[in-house]
């Protein structure tokens, strides 16, 4: 009689199962593999974005650089421009009893040796006018206060220029006991029997 065909137990082939340790290498192996790729494709998104504004923060430190260092050329070459007086002229002197009436022109020289950009537009300008006293020992005596002179339009003042303009005024002093002395002082000093006429006077410059 035949035999059935069987298979003993200890014929049939198995796998026997990774041991620990090769388990733990090859999971090392993989997460690895994965790290490694995940950091190379995050440095590649970011490179540009890094790229770019490093270049944008080294200009705008060129940018602030090259200003600062223009500011300091222009302020280490600045030369205070010069603002005088040149001449202050009386005109139409008229004394009664009641008062004196007279026009004053100020000849202003501003003298501006810098170059660009320090030049300026001249928009409001006063000054302030003054009587002194030009027989007294001192030649200055008591000060009393004239009138107020103005900038009648706008003045331009240019790199390296000298510029001159004049400031009117028309001055009314009503005979009163406080104006008393600067009567008397004007009367002698441009009235009609004077010789010169000439009179001392302070002007100070207000913006």
């Not at 501006?112 to 928009?123: C, E, G, R, V, Y």
């Not at 009503?174 to 002698?188: I, Q, V, W």
């Amino acid at each position: 009689p035949q035999q059935a065909s069987t298979f003993p137990s200890d014929r049939i082939l198995r796998q026997a199962p990774p041991s620990l340790a090769q388990s733990k290498m090859a999971e090392k192996h993989l997460v690895a593999h994965t790290d490694t790729g995940t950091d190379t494709n995050t440095d590649t998104d970011k490179q540009p974005f890094c790229t770019g504004m490093r270049c944008c923060c080294c200009t705008f430190f060129l940018l602030i650089l090259a200003i600062g260092l223009f500011a300091a050329i222009v302020v280490a070459n600045f030369v205070q421009p010069e603002v005088t007086v040149k001449k202050t002229q009386f005109t139409g002197f008229m004394v009664s009893p009641s008062q004196a009436t007279f026009d004053v022109d100020l000849s202003i020289f501003i003298d501006n040796p810098n170059d660009w950009p320090i030049k300026a537009t001249i928009q409001e300008l006063k000054a302030n006018l003054y009587s002194l006293d030009k027989a007294a020992a001192d030649k200055i005596g008591e000060v009393h206060y004239v009138g107020l002179a103005t900038l009648p339009k706008p003045v331009v003042v240019d790199v390296q220029s000298q510029t001159t303009f004049i400031m009117p005024t028309k001055v009314t002093i009503k005979s009163n006991p406080e104006s008393a002395d600067l009567l008397a002082r004007l009367n002698r000093d441009c009235g009609l029997f004077a010789s010169p006429k000439t009179t001392k006077v302070r002007v100070v410059l207000a913006d």
